[in-house]
T-cell receptor
């Protein structure tokens, strides 16, 4: 199926651990994003990559490090996890960096830090 | 700076009622795009509509309709004859025309509960 897929769907981990979330899209899109949705459902962009190049970094702690090995993949690595990192993380892609094409979102990864 | 305001945090209706979700936006750009997304209880984000700033025609898709008014910077969403399956969080979002700003700015969402 054509889609944006992210793994894992659920992630429960202890404070201080390091974890990664993977995202892949097979839509042929050039641009990929990570969004964070907090407990109040607010969606906020974290990062954006266009053809493997970082184009948006929205004042995210440097414990968060995105990596894009190719334009179909955008992974998110988080070091030294904190309680406040608990959220749902959405990966998305769009045809190009001009976001008027809209986004296709993955199904989300619910991260719980205990 | 871009801003999207969804003043209604929660709305509760009874099935078959019509309901309108409000969205007010702010942008300095003359070219911009507006979106609505649906997030059902299962959690995924579902694209509903995209509208560009030059097209003020209202749009209807089945029970869904959208009213875009540049004069009031609003892009409201109406569900006619609501159903329980419409229960979800609905997000309005804004994007300018590329330039140096490559992101969608979302409103805080409106939780719609449709009761049987």
């Amino acid at each position: 199926d054509t889609a944006v897929s992210q793994t894992p769907k659920y992630l429960v981990t202890q404070m201080g651990n390091d974890k990664s979330i993977k995202c892949e899209q097979n839509l042929g899109h050039d641009t990929m994003y990570w969004y964070k949705q907090d407990s109040k459902k607010f969606l906020k962009i974290m990062f954006s990559y266009n053809n493997k190049e970082l184009i948006i970094n929205e004042t995210v702690p440097n414990r968060f490090s995105p990596k894009s090995p190719d334009k179909a993949h955008l992974n998110l690595h988080i070091n030294s996890l904190e309680l406040g990192d608990s959220a749902v993380y959405f990966c998305a892609s769009s045809q190009a960096a001009q976001t008027h094409y809209g986004y296709t979102f993955g199904s989300g990864t619910r991260l719980t830090v205990v | 700076a871009q801003k999207v305001t969804q003043a209604q945090t929660e709305i509760s209706v009874v099935e078959k009622e019509d309901v309108t979700l409000d969205c007010v936006y702010e942008t300095r750009d003359t070219t911009y795009y507006l979106f609505w997304y649906k997030q059902p209880p299962s959690g995924e984000l579902v694209f509903l509509i995209r509208r560009n700033s030059f097209d003020e025609q209202n749009e209807i898709s089945g029970r869904y309709s959208w009213n875009f008014q540049k004069s009031t910077s609003s892009f409201n969403f109406t569900i006619t004859a609501s159903q329980v399956v419409d229960s979800a969080v609905y997000f309005c979002a804004l994007s300018d025309d590329g330039g140096s700003n490559y992101k969608l700015t979302f409103g805080k969402g409106t939780l719609l509960t449709v009761n049987p």
